[in-house]
């Protein structure tokens, strides 16, 4: 129990155009999901926390208008990265949890931009 | 600031033997600290978890060692196989939401 996949696993894109991550919690209605961005051979770093209905907070330092979030259901949040340049290159993952203090990740999304 | 320091940055290992990893956090509202192993190109997959009110928890070949009053806690896996060569991260929470990890234990089991 307690998967969590995105979607897609490997993308890549051209500077200047955006890119949407899917992050889906498959057996169980998550209350809260989070998106972490992790550079190689680094640790994750936290962008953003999100909670159904409402809006994302975001980390110091994370541009909420670049990295958009949205989290439609239980089960879905969406992760925009508009106008993509090179130096967002990056792993992102997303977690989920539904209560108590356990997070599950996905298995992240490799973004190349060109 | 570092909220949760970790160490070894990587650590070889002899099939068999024991990987301990080490983490020390300054927090003490802290309340849940958990292990993640990653795989290269992975996400990182929940090991073992333990909360302050006891001193180890252990789990199959893994273990948490905990002390509260030098604010540290480790992992130690027994019997180390070349497939739990990976990347381990520590973290440390309050809330369940905020999760502090550590850098990260590169890990190498040689058969």
């Known amino acids: 129990g307690a998967v969590v996949s995105q979607h897609p696993s490997w993308v890549i894109c051209k500077s200047g155009t955006s890119v949407k991550i899917e992050c889906r919690s498959l057996d169980f209605q998550a209350t809260t999901m989070f998106w972490y961005r992790q550079f190689p051979k680094q640790s994750l770093m936290l962008m953003a926390t999100?909670?159904?209905?409402?809006?994302?907070?975001?980390e110091q330092g994370v541009e909420k208008d670049k990295f958009l979030i949205n989290h439609a259901s239980l089960t879905l949040s969406t992760l925009t990265v508009t106008s993509a340049h090179p130096e967002d290159s990056s792993f992102y993952i997303c977690?989920?949890?539904?209560?108590?203090?356990?997070?599950?990740f996905g298995p992240g999304t490799r973004l190349t931009v060109t | 600031q570092q909220q949760v320091k970790q160490s070894p940055q990587s650590l070889i290992v002899q099939k068999g033997g024991i990987s301990i990893i080490n983490c020390a956090y300054e927090n003490t509202a802290f309340d849940y600290f958990p292990w993640y192993q990653q795989f290269p190109g992975k996400g990182p997959a929940l090991l073992i978890a333990i909360r302050p009110d006891v001193s180890e928890k252990k789990e199959g070949r893994f273990t948490i060692s905990f002390n509260k009053s030098a604010k540290q806690f480790s992992l130690h896996i027994m019997d180390s196989q070349p497939g739990d060569s990976a990347t381990y991260f520590c973290a440390a929470s309050n809330t369940g939401n905020q999760f502090y990890f550590g850098t990260g234990t590169s890990l190498t089991v040689i058969p």
């Open positions: 999100s909670n159904e209905g409402s809006k994302a907070t975001y």
């Open positions: 977690s989920a949890k539904f209560g108590g203090y356990e997070q599950y």
